[in-house]
């Protein structure tokens, strides 16, 4: 049965190409029902980091959370020159985490699935782009809306800690 999927999509190496890139494949393989801006955000740990272009994107489709994260998210960044290391917030071509997974809650340690994303209520580059392609989506954990919880972020924000892209 197909589930609606959101997707928080991220890079800081090329980013305009990565994303473009990271989208293109997303969509040769799910629908995609919605994408949102494109939002620069500060890089988290090092100032002298380049700063990261954020976005989010809604996906329909009939595969399992595990299939999407290993099977399609996974094999994308692979193939955009990802390279995971023991630093969560080095420098990377792609990012794209599964966020939220219809209405499931997924704890599997072992397998690393997290649904929904524990940093949808931490940071306002992850909450405010799913905000704004899903706003009424309510978070199946503490039950706020998408808005509500950027909303929340983004009041708590450094002035320059996020903007949207210009075209």
Not at 93 to 109: A, P, T
Not at 124 to 129: G, M, N, S
Not at 142 to 165: K, Q, W
Request: charged share 25%; glycine share 6%.
């Amino acid at each position: 049965m197909p589930v609606s999927v959101l997707v928080s999509c991220g890079s800081n190496i090329d980013p305009e190409r990565n994303l473009r890139a990271g989208l293109e494949q997303l969509a040769s393989c799910c629908e995609v029902k919605a994408t949102s801006r494109i939002f620069v955000t500060r890089a988290v740990g090092s100032s002298a980091m380049p700063d990261f272009y954020n976005a989010a994107v809604e996906l329909i489709t009939e595969l399992s959370a595990a299939e999407l994260k290993f099977g399609v998210l996974r094999r994308i960044e692979g193939q955009l020159g990802r390279s995971r290391s023991d630093d969560r917030n080095a420098p990377r071509s792609i990012d794209l985490d599964l966020s939220l997974f219809g209405e499931d809650v997924i704890r599997n340690e072992p397998l690393g699935l997290w649904i929904p994303d524990p940093e949808i209520l931490k940071r306002v580059h992850i909450a405010l782009p799913l905000a704004e392609i899903a706003p009424q989506r309510r978070h199946p954990v503490c039950g706020e809306t998408l808005s509500v919880i950027a909303g929340r972020l983004l009041a708590g924000a450094a002035p320059d800690e996020i903007r949207p892209v210009l075209a």
